[in-house]
DNA sequence: CCTTGCTATGCAACTAATTGCATAGCATCA
DNA sequence: TGATGCTATGCAATTAGTTGCATAGCAAGG
């Protein structure tokens, strides 16, 4: 149970509705931790029954209405009481090791395409790399006065951009390895 | 849906018993897929319904009966047809990540207990890297002839490694960054 | 004009994963 | 001799997450 503290996060960091904040999970925060809108949908709804956070009404033109939510000091309380839970050990869930273990027991033509499926896989990280260094270099120039919230988004970055340095070295050991089986 | 995968890999890479299955995945498999020993034991049942994998009922003195399982041939179709298919992009879940930017929201007393709360991560992180780094050298020598199954056990864990290392660097970055706030 | 795509919200059905509990006897140590 | 911990399996209840679908109108491009 932490998409409710994911989204604590998010709404105090800048109010939003539920679309806003879809669309933030999948770009910014989205980046450590996943959900679809349905989701955020249902969790807002119990967050906003238990008083965490409360939406405002807006009306638009020719659309839906908008409902802009924001956290309220109980939803802040119930998350600096979370911040001081001990961090939980991660659920590693890494398909691509699975599969790579599971080439053992394919035979030359299924390695072949699984050659070409980590290749594309890699070319979407270095997409990624690509996104991550360009946004650091917006968001946060070398000569910048940062605030307290921008220096943690941007060593959390710094960690994004670690993993997926990290991660390409080690595909391309993986597609050396698999070429010279 | 892809336990079923991991755990045909772990039973064509070595048969055994539910309970067998479950000490690996806390071991060795289960640090790229975790899963605990009621879902698998689920997860073997409807395997076993679909004749993805067979089971031996072993009688043992004093103790439950065992069943060991191995892998069918309809099994082993299943996770050549599985690995053949899209690699499909990971769930992200890193809570930490969450914690960090959600400190920005907390006060000096908070910020002081996720320091304490992060180096004891860092500690639990270099335990493990070192357990990979022994298992290292007691399972892939570098003068050993390794046969197909080996070799790519030992890419798999090679990125355990650079994993590790990655984080306990980046896991510095963060301390540093903490303490200078 | 038609298709695609965006804003904006949500229900329903299903699958997956976690948490708590239960059984049962053996081994080891204090 | 009592407590802890291991082997070995599993059910039940709950929570979390995914997938498919629905509504509704506007904007942009071909």
């Given amino acids: ?6 989204i604590l996060v998010s709404l105090l960091e800048q109010p939003g509705s539920g679309y806003e904040l879809a669309r933030r999970f999948e770009r910014s925060i989205g980046r450590f931790w996943t959900a679809t809108h349905q989701q955020i949908y249902r969790v807002l ?3 906003e029954t238990d008083g965490w956070v409360s939406a405002e009404q807006i009306g638009q033109d020719g659309r839906p209405d908008k409902r802009a939510y924001s956290v309220t000091a109980s ?9 001081r839970e001990p961090v939980q050990p991660e659920a590693v869930r890494h398909e691509l090791a699975v599969r790579i273990r599971g080439a053992a027991f394919d035979d030359e033509a299924g390695r072949t395409a699984l050659i070409a499926e980590v290749t ?12 991550y260094l360009i946004g ?4 946060f120039p070398e000569d910048a006065a940062l605030d307290t919230g921008q220096r943690l988004q941007h ?11 990290m991660l390409l070295d080690w595909l391309d050991d993986v597609l050396d390895t698999l070429r010279r089986l």
């Avoid at 939803?75 to 911040?83: C, H, I, K, M, Q």
């Avoid at 979407?124 to 690509?130: K, P, Q, V």
């Fill in 136 to 139: 650091e270099r917006r968001d």
């Fill in 1 to 6: 149970m932490a998409l409710e503290h994911a």
């Fill in 75 to 83: 939803g802040r309380d119930a998350l600096v009481g979370w911040l």
């Fill in 45 to 47: 709804k119990r967050m």
């Fill in 155 to 165: 060593v959390v970055l710094r960690g994004g951009i670690a993993y997926e340095r």
């Fill in 120 to 131: 594309r896989y890699r070319a979407d990280h270095e997409a990624t790399l690509n996104r």
